[in-house]
């Protein structure tokens, strides 16, 4: 295990990277024997910070539930970050290219919870009948270390690279459409670049949900009612840059879409 006051300074360093738009070298490369616990206990170091600066809490998102995300990070198993509140949008959202580093799109859906969810042992029924309302979400990934020989422990610790969340679409019940059958068509000005069936996390996106609230459980959480929980991407991660428009188009249920300047 690290020592705490090496959970700190990474922490710190973390929020100075947010803040300076910076990309720092590896947890891995600078501490080789860093652990899964390790790099948790960083993210809640960092999560703290921003919550002693007035931030609030929206949600937890869940990454790495797809073949299509492990194969595109070389990563072999789920992870999960916070969602603060100042970083979510509506569709239609210009969004500062600036503001992250790595600046890459997935296609998701989201939860969101009308009462909690804790595990162990929750499964895809407890999570569907703790759900109020299901809708289509981009998820910006905004990576503060290096890409380059990165490892489930860099990418927990810098907030499972999570940046923003822009919803759109139409909400609906997670009774009245087959989750698993929703596919998504994701284009960038205009082009198709990526297409995918939300089948593809972890058979059925409210498992990821599941998985979610044993993994809290083991750090003594839970998931809180009003929470917005991303399930996990469906598609690889689409690369963007300044000036590109993103639009993805999840039939029945609607369109999302955000610009970045």
Same mark, same amino acid.
């Given at each position: 295990?690290?020592?705490?006051?090496?959970?700190?300074?990474?922490?710190? $360093?973390?929020?100075?990277?947010?803040?300076?738009?910076?990309?720092?070298?590896?947890?891995?490369?600078?501490?080789?024997?860093?652990?899964?616990?390790?790099?948790?206990?960083?993210?809640?170091?960092?999560?703290? $910070?921003?919550?002693?600066?007035?931030?609030?809490?929206?949600?937890?998102?869940?990454?790495?539930?797809?073949?299509?995300?492990?194969?595109?990070?070389?990563?072999?198993?789920? +992870?999960?970050?916070?969602?603060?509140?100042?970083?979510?949008?509506?569709?239609?959202?210009?969004?500062?290219?600036?503001?992250? %580093?790595?600046?890459?799109?997935?296609?998701?859906?989201?939860?969101?919870?009308?009462?909690?969810? $804790?595990?162990?042992?929750?499964?895809?029924? +407890?999570?569907?009948?703790?759900?109020?309302?299901?809708?289509?979400?981009?998820?910006?990934?905004?990576?503060?270390?290096?890409?380059?020989?990165?490892?489930?422990? +860099?990418?927990? %610790?810098?907030?499972?690279?999570?940046?923003?969340?822009?919803?759109?679409?139409?909400?609906?019940?997670?009774?009245?459409?087959?989750?698993?059958?929703?596919?998504?068509?994701?284009?960038?000005?205009?082009?198709?670049?990526?297409?995918?069936?939300? =089948?593809?996390?972890?058979?059925?996106? =409210?498992?990821?949900?599941?998985?979610?609230?044993?993994?809290?459980?083991?750090?003594?959480?839970?998931?809180?009612?009003?929470?917005?929980?991303?399930?996990?991407?469906?598609?690889?991660?689409?690369?963007?840059?300044?000036?590109?428009?993103?639009?993805?188009?999840?039939?029945?249920?609607?369109?999302? %879409?955000?610009?970045?300047?």
């Amino acid at each position: 295990m690290l020592p705490p006051d090496t959970v700190a300074a990474l922490a710190a $360093e973390l929020s100075a990277a947010h803040r300076q738009r910076t990309v720092l070298p590896r947890i891995t490369a600078r501490h080789p024997g860093a652990t899964v616990e390790d790099s948790y206990a960083v993210q809640r170091a960092w999560y703290q $910070e921003q919550l002693d600066a007035g931030r609030r809490l929206a949600g937890r998102k869940i990454g790495l539930t797809s073949r299509a995300m492990q194969a595109a990070t070389g990563i072999t198993e789920p +992870d999960y970050g916070v969602i603060l509140a100042d970083t979510v949008h509506d569709t239609g959202a210009v969004l500062d290219f600036d503001a992250h %580093a790595n600046v890459r799109i997935e296609v998701e859906l989201a939860f969101l919870l009308r009462r909690p969810l $804790e595990g162990p042992h929750c499964t895809l029924t +407890d999570v569907l009948a703790a759900t109020e309302y299901v809708l289509p979400a981009l998820e910006v990934l905004d990576s503060h270390y290096e890409l380059d020989g990165r490892t489930i422990v +860099d990418t927990i %610790a810098d907030n499972a690279a999570y940046g923003a969340t822009v919803l759109g679409g139409t909400p609906v019940r997670p009774d009245a459409v087959d989750l698993r059958r929703v596919s998504a068509l994701l284009y960038r000005n205009a082009v198709i670049e990526e297409s995918g069936v939300a =089948a593809a996390v972890l058979d059925h996106p =409210a498992r990821g949900v599941a998985w979610l609230a044993d993994k809290l459980h083991q750090h003594g959480g839970r998931l809180e009612a009003g929470e917005l929980i991303l399930a996990g991407s469906f598609t690889r991660p689409m690369w963007v840059s300044r000036g590109d428009t993103v639009l993805a188009d999840y039939g029945p249920m609607g369109n999302v %879409a955000c610009r970045f300047q």
